[in-house]
Nanobody
Framework: QVQLVESGGGLVQAGGSLRLSCVAS????????MAWYREAPGKERELVAG???????NFADSVKGRFTISGDNAKMTVHLQMNKLKPEDTAVYYC?????????WGKGTLVTVSS
């Protein structure tokens, strides 16, 4: 059973930066893709950024130019570097992974951006 554990959330002022990390365990194989989703109060969960095992990335329009995603296949980790944070980035951020069409989720880490 694949497990995903996030770290790095916290409180930051608008304009600041945070780096989220996610470590996957429980698999002998590299995940096909990993991603970060977020869920703000009263809103649906949305994709923030994703990265495939081949290194292809995609980003939500709202974070392009501010967030970057990187991964290490050997360590089965993924990082989300968030710069120029805005209050509207406040949400619980979830790590997501997929392997052979099986989806896995972390428990989430809270990011709060104060104005």
């Amino acid at each position: 059973q694949v497990q995903l554990v996030e770290s790095g959330g916290g409180l930051v002022q608008a304009g600041g930066s945070l780096r989220l990390s996610c470590v996957a365990s429980g698999s002998a194989f590299n995940l096909d893709a990993m991603a970060w989703y977020r869920e703000a109060p009263g809103k649906e969960r949305e994709l923030v950024a994703g990265i495939t095992s081949g290194g292809s990335t995609n980003f939500a329009d709202s974070v392009k130019g501010r967030f970057t995603i990187s991964g290490d296949n050997a360590k089965m980790t993924v990082h989300l570097q968030m710069n120029k944070l805005k209050p509207e980035d406040t949400a619980v951020y979830y790590c997501y992974g997929v392997l052979w069409n099986m989806e896995y989720w972390g428990k989430g880490t809270l990011v709060t951006v104060s104005s």
